[in-house]
């Protein structure tokens, strides 16, 4: 292992930029045959990668080599949508010098982005129920992140990035922002909202949550995109009706046809995931149904199940993240290898046209222009959290000055975590147990 690239992407603060945060100097501090960089962003609408390989594709090889550096991987893969023209050809003329390196063109499918999905289509491996990436020899970064690890080679600390804002707003945009900006002035940049009923979505259409109160949602590390729909659109509903509910609803109309396990990409893999079981098991108050707990436990969370599988409207993939919670809290592992990759799992591939239009989000499929000159926001409100693990220390007080790149909250001794860093130079005005609030002097 290379010390002192750990040590940079350590102090630097780089965290999953494309998934729930894990400090990336942990998940790089290992020995790997693959390095894999996931450029699939597969989520509908959200086009923030898109731009970032267009633009920075020398920055992700770079950031790309200097994992494969620290772990001394024989192999670096750029896994890309091959519907992303420009930023296959920019990736490929990155990687053109380091024969190590290569582009690996993925179809226009959801969730081609999900880690399993990505491993098997680059290696042909699949990895056991509960196991890391690292069991089949592979580190995964997203592109973000594999730009981030490049900044920090160059001891830049994680300060921005690219988020689109797109749904019922006046002038959809991607736009590299400072971590910390407000959602309510991303909003503004995209010219206002255009409904009166709205509900904002942080992150995908599908994976992303509904924003309780936009004026508490503040940019982080792996805030990747803002989705504004109106409050009655079905995928509102879907995320924020009462669970209790919808189990009313699944006992009287679930029929066990078994079309949300038909989708499932992790069930297509073998990975013995199966929300039918799961909604038995729930509708029939009897988890002793459930005689296999992988049916929950290789879940992705990707949301394919309710969003396109279910005809009768039921949100399989809530109950599943439900059921899941519950089985990691009683300690329940997986117990078994994979079984065998359904042999028709081509076929089962849902294609994100498809996505888009059962999620009725078609209206919304629009061009979201890069832009990059903007005024920026005079104050950033930095969250304490925007990782896997513990929250920081801040290491400043109110009051205090601070310039753009100081270090402003550094990982507990011995916790898991990511450092923060002042995203703009300012005034310290408010330091909770929270967040730390920055403004302009
Ligand atoms: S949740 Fe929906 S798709 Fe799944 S078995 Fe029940 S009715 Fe069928
Ligand atoms: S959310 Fe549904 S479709 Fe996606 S992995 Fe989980 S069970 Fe399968």
Redesign the pocket.
Known sequence: MNELVLEKVKQAGVAGAGGAGFPTHVKIACKAEYVIVNCAECEPLIKSDKYLMEQHSQAIVTGLEAVMDCTGAKYGVLAVKHKNKTAVGALESAASGNEKISVHLLENYY?AG?EQQIIYEVTGRVIPVGKLPIEAGCVVINAQTAFHVAEAMESSPVIRRNVTITGEVHSPLTVTVPIGTAVTYLLELAGGVTCEDYTVIIGGPLMGRAAEDVKSEFVTKTTNGVIVLPTNHELVRKKTSSLEQELKIAKAACCQCNY??L?????NLGLG???HK?MQALTFSNAGVLVDGNAAL?????????YV?CNMGLS??RF??RMRTELLAKKVKSNREPGPVNLFREDTKVPSKRVIQRTGLADYDREVPYVDSYDAPRAVRIMLKQHIGAPCIPVVSEGDMVRVGQCIGQIPEGALGANIHASMSGRVVTVSKDYIDIMEA
Do not use: E, W, Y
């Open positions: 969730p999900d949300c396990t989708v499932c990409p992790r069930s995931v199966m929300p799961v290789g879940c992705c969370n990707c949301g394919l199940c309710t599988g399989p993939s599943i993240a």
